[in-house]
């Protein structure tokens, strides 16, 4: 794509109608990228509040596509991104398909701010949130199909893997059973370390995890205690634990969770007979975009959080119980 530079201003538009102007977006097609930066000032929030970047297209409504989020803080907001022109965030739609930018959130639709690249007269109210396309949901759902394969291969090598150790051990009780009718007399010492090596290895992964509650600087996230003894946990760390439920590091929206908020949670589960139940949480705020996100990858609920250092009313917690 030829090169193309664009400065345009951004209005706020309270109850609806456009106002005053809170600031400028900057875009620069060149060399094979979209660059593009937005800086604001001026907004009213009663809080810091996260807001979307997105662009506008008139594809028989005034669709908005997700770039990224961006905070606001003491009433300002920087916000700069590269994209690729000819295929804008894997959309199908171009630079020159723009028409417009919006910084706004789903759930407070007349809290946005416009910028209009075409002569075109748009209100708030006009606005279509359409998260993914059609083309990026069959791209999901063919990432999430050769996923599902891959889990029924391992499942199966597992399974197989699983009879070969039965087999083998049902050769080994006969060969026992053998010695046994032969008056073997160290059987019995035999069976005794066998046994305690079986529950050994039952035991590890739960000692594992005990250690880490042991050393652990719990954290209140909830206003109830359905979850407790939670702490702060990166990927690497759950790995190590060996959960069977979850594949950590192939988890996208567990690590896309972590890489913007620093952690994960993980915690106890009340209300089970021996302790053994656990939760996983994912930080995220909480969106219909967000949620069809996070249920892709097995986090199917949200509990909103309370925790004073995410000063958001949206942020929570996406999450499975293990």
Not at 58 to 75: M, S
Request: with cysteine; proline share 2%.
């Amino acid at each position: 794509m030829d090169y193309q530079r664009l400065v345009s201003y951004i209005y706020s538009y309270p109850e609806g109608v456009k106002a005053d102007n809170v600031g400028f977006a900057k875009a620069l097609v060149y060399q094979g990228q979209f660059k593009l930066s937005i800086s604001l000032r001026g907004i009213k929030t009663e809080n810091p509040e996260v807001f979307g970047i997105y662009i506008m297209v008139n594809d028989g409504g005034y669709r908005l596509i997700k770039l990224g989020e961006a905070y606001v803080k003491a009433g300002q907001m920087e916000y700069s991104g590269v994209y690729d022109p000819d295929n804008i965030e894997r959309s199908g739609y171009t630079f020159k398909d723009i028409c417009g930018l919006a910084v706004a959130r789903e759930d407070a639709r007349y809290d946005c701010m416009l910028s209009m690249w075409k002569d075109e007269d748009v209100t708030p109210d006009m606005l279509v949130f359409a998260g993914m396309d059609s083309k990026k949901q069959i791209e999901a759902g063919i990432v999430i199909e050769e996923k599902m394969r891959q889990k029924e291969l391992q499942e199966t090598d597992r399974i197989e893997a699983d009879s070969q150790v039965v087999n083998t051990e049902q050769e080994q009780t006969a060969v026992q059973n053998d010695d046994t009718e032969r008056g073997c007399n160290n059987d019995e010492e035999s069976a005794e370390v066998v046994s305690q090596s079986s529950v050994c290895n039952v035991q590890t992964q739960p000692d594992n995890i005990e250690k880490l509650f042991m050393r652990a600087d719990y954290i209140d996230a909830f206003d109830d205690d359905y979850f407790y003894d939670c702490m702060e946990v990166s990927p690497e760390r759950l790995r190590d634990l060996q959960l069977k439920e979850i594949s950590v590091m192939d988890n996208s929206f567990l690590l896309h969770g972590y890489y913007n908020f620093r952690h994960i949670l993980f915690g106890r589960v009340r209300d089970n007979l021996d302790n053994t139940r656990y939760f996983i949480g994912v930080p995220g705020m909480y969106c219909n975009r967000e949620r069809y996100m996070a249920s892709m990858f097995g986090f199917n609920n949200f509990k909103k959080s309370h925790r004073s250092d995410y000063a958001n009313p949206y942020f929570g917690y996406w999450y499975q119980e293990i």
